[in-house]
């Protein structure tokens, strides 16, 4: 069955929760002219209720940018996988590289992130990707895989059919550099390719694998032309209606 393509939009820490709700309502008008494609688009934290509530009975996805592994407890700053089902929320970012980065999340906690929202019924958009320092020193797949494998520990074959990967080389996200269509495609063959080494052929073939960095009109469709990108997490371009509808509407 061919994989039905997923486009994402996260919106970081931009947006009153007006301006979110505005913009929400929009995107949902635009993605309910698409009936081949999800469109997801990923709030903070602040306005997720009055956008799942916005964007509630059409076609339009919410997700959340993180959530936390346990249901509830001593957990400062954190929002739990029910919080984010009691909002009517059914997906999760979770990895994002600015996570890592800016707030040294691990790939354990990351794992960790991953069966929690798994486990209540949330899908996880894993991120992961690798610095340009890593690419430049030929170390690009060997990043990926002990991120995808310890992001994904302890997950059974059904858990992680389920699941959304998003590739996000590090060194393209907010910079205006993308990574080639060949480059993406590269990589994105060879995590499928582990995918299936590691769980099984069907279950790496129903996985959606986004690519994200710098993801913008003018280069969205040659990205999704290729066979193993199935979909795009957009920064930028996702804050600005025009250029988010014109990447959903993807040729
Ligand atoms: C992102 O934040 O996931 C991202 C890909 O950002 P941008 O599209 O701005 O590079």
Redesign the pocket.
């Known amino acids: 069955m061919p994989r039905r393509p997923l486009i994402a939009g996260?919106w970081?820490m931009h947006l009153s929760v007006a301006q979110a709700v505005e913009l929400a309502e929009k995107v949902a008008e635009v993605a309910a002219g698409c009936n081949d494609r999800d469109v997801v688009i990923a709030p903070p934290f602040t306005a997720l209720d009055a956008v799942s509530k916005a964007v509630g009975k059409t076609s339009t996805f919410i997700a959340s940018q993180n959530v936390a592994w346990e249901k509830e407890g001593a957990f400062t700053g954190e929002i739990s996988p029910t919080m984010l089902v009691d909002l009517g929320v059914p997906m999760a970012i979770i990895g994002?590289s600015?996570r890592r980065q800016i707030f040294q999340e691990s790939d354990k906690m990351v794992n960790l992130r991953v069966k929690g929202a798994l486990a209540n019924g949330i899908v996880p958009i894993l991120?992961i990707g690798e610095t340009l320092g890593q690419r430049e020193a030929d170390m690009t797949f060997k990043v990926l895989e002990s991120q995808l494998a310890e992001g994904l520990e302890g997950c059974t074959s059904e858990m992680v059919g389920d699941i959304v990967v998003?590739y996000?080389p590090v060194w393209?996200?907010?910079?205006g550099k993308t990574a080639s269509k060949e480059q993406a495609q590269e990589v994105h063959a060879y995590l499928r390719q582990f995918l299936e080494e590691k769980y099984r052929k069907d279950i790496a073939q129903k996985i959606r694998i986004l690519y994200?960095?710098?993801?913008k009109p003018d280069n969205v469709d040659s990205l999704m032309a290729q066979p193993d990108i199935d979909g795009a997490?957009?920064?930028?371009?996702?804050l600005k209606f025009e250029s988010f509808a014109r990447i959903i509407n993807f040729i």
Request: charged fraction near 15%.
């Open positions: 996260n970081k994002h600015e991120c998003a996000e393209a996200i907010g910079t994200g960095g710098s993801v997490l957009v920064g930028g371009a996702a």
